[in-house]
């Protein structure tokens, strides 16, 4: 099946600095991936949907200006959080999907805020 | 978007036994998938059924959808220790993609 990766697959980071998560598409081009949030022992949430070439579109609730996301060519995405404060301590999960394919999902990136 | 509901929400059974989740969503759908993950790990996708079918089956993974209940049951037989994850239902109003609205999960632990 297709390969969705992320790096790096976890980072601990003082409050107020920012944190940049990579989500890449190893074997197939996805013009749109998307980027989910999990805390512990909870579901996963979408957060925003990542558009090549355009701007992403964020779900209600979530700061895009706290959340930036960059989806510069067809196999990666980013996820830059920034200011991170520790109540942004989750696990960010990307997905994407070759055409007319279900979502393969990265191994996602568990950030720590101190 | 609102999440659906799965239970139960922790299910305990012994290797051998068959594991039954079910799951409730709210919205109409294009197609609802179920996905598998170990502890702190990603996602693996394990079968996706569509609106106009009522079960499908994987090796030991049965999936029943039911769109005038709005609600779905994953059946896994003869479990195995290595089963032992939480189990999430996801729903795509798309005909492709990962635009997914996922219920709450069930943490199902199988006991050697």
């Known amino acids: 099946g297709a390969v969705v990766s992320q790096h790096p697959s976890w980072v601990i980071c003082k409050s107020g600095t920012s944190v940049k998560i990579e989500c890449r598409s190893l074997?197939?081009?996805?013009?749109?991936m998307f980027w989910y949030r999990q805390f512990p022992k909870q579901s996963l949430m979408l957060m925003a949907t990542s558009n090549e070439g355009s701007k992403a579109t964020y779900e209600q609730g979530v700061e895009k200006d706290k959340f930036l996301i960059n989806h510069a060519s067809l196999t990666l995405s980013t996820l830059t959080v920034t200011s991170a404060h520790p109540e942004d301590s989750s696990f960010y999960i990307c997905?994407?999907?070759?055409?007319?394919?279900?979502?393969?999902f990265g191994p996602g990136t568990r950030l720590t805020v101190l | 978007s609102q999440q659906g509901e799965e239970d139960p929400q922790a299910l305990s059974i012994q290797e051998g036994e068959n594991a039954t989740m079910n799951c409730s969503y709210k919205?109409?759908?294009?197609?609802l998938q179920w996905y598998r993950q170990n502890s702190g790990r990603g996602l693996v996708h394990l079968i996706l059924i569509r609106s106009n079918e009522r079960e499908k089956h994987s090796g030991r993974l049965r999936v029943t959808l039911d769109t005038s209940k709005k609600s779905s049951s994953l059946l896994i037989t003869a479990s195995r220790a290595a089963d032992t994850a939480s189990y999430f239902c996801a729903t795509s109003l798309e005909t492709s993609g990962s635009r997914l609205t996922f219920g709450e999960g069930t943490q199902l632990t199988v006991n050697p």
């Open positions: 074997d197939f081009q996805a013009t749109t």
């Open positions: 997905s994407a999907s070759p055409s007319g394919a279900h979502g393969f």
């Open positions: 919205t109409s759908i294009n197609n």
